[in-house]
């Protein structure tokens, strides 16, 4: 922008920093106009949460089979002794589909649930609580090597290795608990 002096200078959104990087201070033409630094950040900061978020409900979704009971447990993890309507509410997904996906949880073991205490007269819904992650994966772990197991003895199972080969179990995981 010119001074007036056949000179230029620079416009700085006010509580930037001038000795920071030149991407960090300066604002396309068009973009982001009138938005402070801060205001940057805070929306950088709200998507890398996100995917983060993102990247954990579809790690989720393949211990726990669907994307929909994934984004249960989390949401339950955030919000422990929720009922199913406030984690319908929570999640926004359809009562009945929580309702349901709440019911197989429980009876696997992901999901605790009681009834919620009421000083008044009525129906108590029922409060679920997601188990720790370290439980979840321990109940996992025992699955994945013994898959892994099997893929390493194929060729025994085929048979077409010595027949006095000892039965071998290469993969061994172990989860330990810094919570304990």
Do not use: C
């Not at 890398?48 to 978020?53: G, I, L, R, W, Y």
């Amino acid at each position: 922008m010119s001074d007036g002096n056949g000179s230029e200078s620079l416009d700085v959104d006010e509580g930037s920093d001038i000795d920071g990087d030149a991407s960090d201070s300066l604002v396309e033409p068009g973009d982001d106009e009138g938005v402070s630094a801060r205001d940057r950040l805070e929306a950088e900061a709200d998507r890398a949460v996100t995917e983060f978020d993102e990247s954990v409900v579809d790690l989720l979704a393949w211990v726990l089979d669907t994307e929909t009971r994934a984004r249960i447990y989390v949401y339950l993890r955030q919000h422990p002794n929720s009922t199913s309507d406030e984690v319908a509410d929570g999640t926004g997904l359809y009562p009945s589909t929580v309702r349901e996906a709440l019911a197989q949880l429980h009876d696997e073991g992901t999901v605790d649930r009681h009834k919620r205490e009421s000083a008044g007269a009525g129906n108590n819904p029922y409060e679920y609580e997601a188990i720790a992650p370290s439980a979840l994966v321990r109940g996992v772990v025992g699955q994945v090597q013994e898959q892994l197991n099997a893929v390493f003895n194929l060729d025994r199972e085929l048979g077409d290795t010595d027949e006095d080969a000892a039965e071998t179990e290469p993969v061994r995981i172990t989860v330990e608990d810094d919570e304990e």
